[in-house]
């Protein structure tokens, strides 16, 4: 598709510096260990009662709460400090799902009512009554698990600087590709490094006007549910939350269509960051999926699907009857013309070399960094890679050996599956990562390939639960590429970064486990404690269950393989690639088909209409009124607003965790 003026905006908002600094120290580390022991907690909560992700909104309330200690202090934060402060408040805080989820799953209905629950392995979670009955980890029975949980955060955060440092070498120092979406993050930081060094700049005074929206609708939206519902039987709820469902009210016109609405602000401003046509996309997917949807039940394609039941019941009727394979073929469509782009555009630059006999591509940019920036060896980045995938793969042969031996009903390793997880690992990765951190670098998008793991799993012929629990070496290091492009922008050094995650570690290791214990003490999870968790966690094992039966005996003829349907994906495929052929014929913005396919598949619908407004109000309102400097304007603007939301969470979680932890004492 023809490159529009929206994705230029993108990459001249922000040019590169031209020098570095050293943004880890004492005030990073203070930082660390203030969000890891505080904030942690407020995080893992509000995303089991509200299903909201506070991890931004802490990390600007961190930095915030620093800046102005510094300036009490007669001192200031430079800008590499903060974004080494903001990175680490991030990295800090952990969702806490893993055990919690674990707990839950071994337990869940759906595992249950399919007779899973019971072959799930050991070194998942213990399925003891007794021992889940006293609701903590503090146990031997979790020992295994809590174990294998450290490793793989060991490995992860190692393998932060592994081949995705080596992509970003490639594309970002070799192929100099702009790296649109990276700016982004990188604004927010420079607005507040100007207020820490008293410039009273646009970019404090937008951050300040969001922080206010934030912390007024905060008040409303999050704060008043969660103090109430701590202290009174029922929480006090102006908005519904996650989101109003509607589909009883529209099933009698729109059958089969879940119809939900976010009353979330945060959404309208998403819809104004985000590039226009991929909002405007997303309206134009849903829509044609509520006129599709009540044909295909018309004509007894979404057959599962009865009047009475909510929109989470409809999507997951929806989802067996078709959406799984027409997904599956969308998805497939984006991997596709992911690899098709990057492959023209090698070849264009092939042909182009061929005419003029001259280079036009620096190869030894690969080993050598910009001076200054702080980089590390090539060589250990890849070493790192195969350290990490050698480690991965090993544990996966000798807890799949464990679960054979526990429950011969799961299949030994055979050489077939060791040799799948060596090219998975070294071959399938690098390629998939080369073409999502091209992808990245050119339209601030990564490709995913759907289901490969999945198909993998099945065709080997491998049979029992235990390898969809084990780690599997393919990753797709694609999006780190730009988060190693913003630490760049913000004038950083890398080597920052590596101090910054060897110090976090043993932080993040702590507040996993140590708060995953005090919210389980609270009450069991899911419970009516915990709403979003109650009305989310089931849907989510539902699908699960889905997955897992796929390789248990007799699965052949179990759930996914009846939603497994050829004849939908190659239509998803064939409609994606028409649809794509014929928007670029009309030389349409690449955005609005990416917008069009997220909207056709159904997955996000509560937020598309919020979005879609919000681009609305951008594009035709705000750009007229202050020009061209508007997108600078309101990504600024978006960071402010998740800061005051932080604020006021912060401030109404504290008055919970005080509420929980009194009425869980005895007297």
């Not at 909560?45 to 200690?69: H, N, P, R």
């Not at 922008?489 to 996993?512: C, D, Y």
Request: proline residues 6%; charged residues 10%; hydrophobic residues 50%.
């Amino acid at each position: 598709m023809k490159e529009d003026a929206e994705l230029q905006q993108y990459r001249e908002m922000m040019p590169p510096p031209d020098h570095w600094e050293d943004g880890f120290g004492i005030k990073a580390m203070i930082g660390g260990v203030f969000v890891g022991l505080i904030m942690t907690p407020a995080s893992m909560y509000m995303g089991l009662v509200q299903g909201a992700d506070i991890g931004a909104a802490a990390q600007w309330v961190t930095v915030i709460l620093f800046i102005e200690v510094a300036r009490r202090s007669f001192t200031q934060l430079s800008r590499p400090e903060i974004y080494v402060l903001f990175y680490m408040a991030g990295a800090s805080l952990v969702s806490g799902s893993g055990l919690l989820w674990s707990q839950f799953l071994v337990q869940s209905e759906s595992l249950r009512s399919a007779g899973l629950a019971q072959h799930i392995p050991s070194w998942v979670a213990p399925q003891s009554p007794e021992v889940l009955g006293q609701r903590s980890f503090f146990n031997a029975a979790w020992a295994v698990p809590i174990g294998l949980m450290v490793l793989a955060m060991v490995v992860q955060r190692l393998d932060h600087f592994g081949l995705g440092y080596v992509m970003y070498r490639l594309t970002s120092d070799v192929e100099r590709l702009p790296f649109p979406m990276a700016p982004v993050g990188a604004m927010g930081i420079t607005a507040l490094a100007d207020a820490s060094s008293g410039q009273q700049t646009w970019r404090w005074r937008v951050f300040s006007f969001g922080a206010v929206l934030g912390m007024a609708f905060a008040v409303v939206y999050t704060a008043l549910p969660a103090v109430t519902g701590a202290f009174l039987p029922a929480p006090i709820m102006i908005f519904p939350l996650p989101f109003k469902d509607l589909t009883l009210n529209t099933q009698d016109f729109l059958p089969a269509v879940p119809v939900m609405l976010s009353f979330n602000i945060g959404l309208l401003l998403v819809g104004m960051v985000l590039p226009y046509s991929a909002m405007i996309g997303g309206l134009i997917g849903l829509v044609v999926t509520m006129i599709a949807n009540p044909l295909l039940h018309k004509y007894g394609i979404l057959n599962k699907w009865a009047p009475g039941v909510d929109a989470l019941r409809t999507i997951n009727a929806n989802y067996l009857d078709f959406y799984l394979s027409w997904g599956l073929g969308l998805t497939a469509a984006i991997a596709i013309i992911g690899f098709w782009s990057v492959f023209r555009s090698l070849a264009v630059r092939k042909k182009s070399l061929d005419q003029t006999a001259s280079a036009k591509v620096d190869w030894s940019a690969l080993f050598r960094p910009p001076a200054g920036r702080g980089d590390i060896s090539i060589w250990i980045a890849v070493a790192i890679y195969v350290f990490s995938t050698t480690v991965t793969i090993s544990t996966a042969y000798f807890l799949l050996q464990s679960a054979h031996k526990a429950n011969p009903l799961n299949s030994a390793v055979s050489p077939l599956l060791i040799g799948i997880l060596i090219f998975y690992g070294f071959v399938y990765t690098p390629i998939l990562s080369y073409v999502s951190a091209r992808m990245e670098g050119i339209v601030g998008m990564s490709v995913t390939i759907p289901y490969v793991r999945e198909a993998t799993f099945i065709l080997t012929g491998y049979k029992g639960a235990a390898i969809w629990f084990a780690p599997f070496p393919l990753y797709n290091y694609g999006e780190q590429t730009r988060y190693f492009r913003t630490t760049e922008l913000t004038g950083t050094k890398i080597w920052s970064m590596v101090k910054a995650e060897a110090f976090i570690l043993p932080i993040v290791l702590i507040a996993t486990i140590l708060f995953s214990q005090f919210i389980w003490r609270i009450a069991p999870i899911p419970s009516s404690a915990f709403p979003y968790a109650q009305q989310f966690w089931e849907f989510n094992a539902y699908r699960s269950a889905i997955i897992i039966g796929s390789t248990m005996p007799g699965g052949e003829h179990g759930a996914f393989f009846e939603a497994f349907k050829p004849l939908y994906i190659c239509i998803g495929l064939g409609v994606a690639l028409v649809l794509y052929g014929g928007l670029s014929a009309f030389g349409m913005p690449v955005f609005l088909f990416y917008g069009i396919v997220r909207g056709l598949d159904q997955s996000t619908p509560a937020d598309i209409v919020p979005q879609f407004v919000g681009a609305l109000l951008g594009k035709h309102y705000f750009e007229k009124k202050f020009g061209n400097n508007w997108k600078q304007y309101i990504v600024v603007f978006a960071a402010g607003f998740g800061c005051g939301m932080g604020l006021v969470m912060m401030l109404s979680l504290g008055l919970v965790f005080m509420s929980k932890a009194v009425f869980q004492s005895t007297f």
